[in-house]
């Protein structure tokens, strides 16, 4: 007589039909489309190059208040450079250059993102009530950016702290929107998801970058200044992730978890105590931590080069807004087919194989950099091409490996660990920029020392076994890895 299979579990994507797994992958794609309209309108382009002069106005009028107001801004360096102790603004009592004050405002909030994203993971999977977290999160997200419209004059405070509070949602969204891709996707079907979700996410990020791309070059003939253009294209941005994430929140669903008795209260105490047993049970699988820390080094250098391509662009290069949205513009429709591409490499060649081989190109990149010259668009955008083709497959192909390493039912506790890394530009990363910047007030210094990021990532990376962390963590080993 045979002995009848085990009951699939709950969160088991084995135990869905085909056709309920593709719905429900098909709403997961819209928010990679929701979301990455705050990656690309506020954090490539916009915010950087915007709120660097509002913090220049600022420091003009506290240092300077005898200079002109367009002097000033004109001029900035050089009047610094001849007064000695001038030229900053006051961040909490401290004296810090607008050069920096963006970078720092990137270190701010991903070291929140830091401590408080392992607790959203937590709080995700001990709960399971992840559609409702995701839906909160991403609306919290989206008003903090809608309100990005007030940022003028010299209230470069209000746009730092918008923004970091925008970029904690939005890490916060993105944790357990990540740990939905085991649950909807089978071992074999994961790298192929995950590719698609970020590939469409540049189609929507790029969509509606081409739109305020047209508002911004027409700004004049609309009867607006180009500061009010910007500040449009920077709320517009919230609104296309608060309208376009009613689509996952009406597929997705919650999965059964572990019933837990007791009061929200208690049911939050619980998710610290979860936290806990989950970091301590990293040590049981040295494999899943040594890809962590590789996947955090490496990601940490894409994300500090992409959250300072603007300001690069505008400050080391002297390119104005029109090529630098033009360009990050042709990084997100390009991104596109390069992620899809990373993704048939990584079913010939072996997904490993093809995120080492990415490392490789960001190097070359970074490299690159030092030598572009200023006011040369088309060797910016040369750069630019190249980062398209190896930016979103490095980073979906990357996801798809750590959900192959982690135990299931823990989806949400350790992609937090993941995400704060991911999307949003890195803390040791911006840490460094800012650093770089404030000792040598040079973004092609800065960008360059990333190249110690990609080399030690990809050592890391290629030490790790991957079928061995793989069973380790109690998971099927994909067919190709």
Not at 104 to 117: K, M, N, P, R, S
Not at 307 to 312: D, E, I, L, Q
Not at 363 to 388: D, H, K, R
Request: charged share 15%; proline share 5%; with cysteine.
């Amino acid at each position: 007589m045979p002995v009848p299979a085990p009951p699939a579990v709950p969160d088991d994507p084995t135990a869905d039909s085909p056709a309920a797994r593709r719905r429900e992958q098909r709403g997961w794609y819209f928010y990679d489309w929701a979301n990455s309209a705050f990656y690309t309108t506020i954090i490539s382009v916009f915010l950087g190059p915007y709120l660097i002069p509002v913090a220049r106005t600022a420091a003009c009028a506290k240092d300077f208040p005898t200079v002109a107001a367009e002097t000033c801004a004109r001029d900035f360096d050089r009047l610094a450079a001849a007064h000695p102790g001038l030229g900053y603004v006051d961040v909490l009592g401290a004296d810090v250059r607008p050069a920096a004050f963006f970078g720092l405002t990137l270190t701010v909030a991903v070291f929140l993102q830091i401590v408080f994203l392992p607790i959203v993971g937590a709080l995700a999977d001990h709960t399971g009530r992840k559609r409702e977290l995701l839906g909160g999160f991403a609306y919290a997200g989206a008003l903090a950016t809608m309100c990005l419209y007030f940022v003028e004059g010299d209230r470069y405070l209000l746009g730092g702290v918008l923004f970091v509070l925008a970029n904690l949602a939005y890490g916060s969204s993105v944790v357990v929107y990540d740990s939905f891709l085991p649950q909807i996707s089978t071992p074999d079907e994961r790298d192929g998801v995950s590719s698609r979700g970020w590939a469409i996410g540049y189609l929507g990020g790029g969509l509606l970058l081409a739109l305020n791309l047209v508002l911004y070059l027409q700004h004049e003939s609309l009867g607006l200044s180009e500061g009010m253009s910007v500040r449009i294209s920077m709320m517009s941005a919230g609104l296309w992730w608060a309208t376009f994430t009613v689509v996952p929140l009406l597929r997705l669903r919650n999965r059964p978890v572990p019933v837990h008795e007791g009061t929200a209260l208690r049911s939050v105490a619980g998710s610290f105590r979860q936290l806990g047993r989950t970091l301590a049970e990293l040590r049981r699988y040295p494999l899943t931590l040594l890809f962590l820390v590789a996947y955090l080094v490496y990601n940490d250098g894409i994300q500090t080069v992409i959250g300072n391509s603007a300001a690069f662009a505008a400050e080391a290069l002297k390119l104005d807004k029109t090529v630098q949205i033009s360009a990050i513009l042709m990084v997100q429709f390009v991104a596109f087919f390069g992620a899809l591409l990373m993704g048939l490499l990584a079913r010939r060649f072996g997904t490993k194989r093809t995120v080492l081989g990415s490392l490789v190109i960001w190097t070359v990149i970074v490299v690159a950099a030092m030598y572009v010259q200023e006011g040369q668009a088309l060797q910016f955008y040369l750069m630019a091409l190249a980062i398209a083709i190896v930016l979103g497959g490095t980073q979906a192909l990357s996801r798809s490996l750590f959900s192959q390493v982690i135990p299931r039912g823990r989806e949400a506790e350790y992609f937090s660990l993941l995400q704060i890394s991911d999307k949003g530009s890195a803390f040791i990363g911006a840490l460094t920029v800012t650093i770089a910047l404030q000792l040598t007030n040079s973004y092609r210094i800065a960008i360059v020392s990333m190249i110690i990021f990609f080399v030690v990532g990809f050592v890391l990376l290629a030490l790790v076994n991957l079928p061995k962390a793989i069973r380790a963590a109690g998971n099927e080993v994909p067919h190709r890895i």
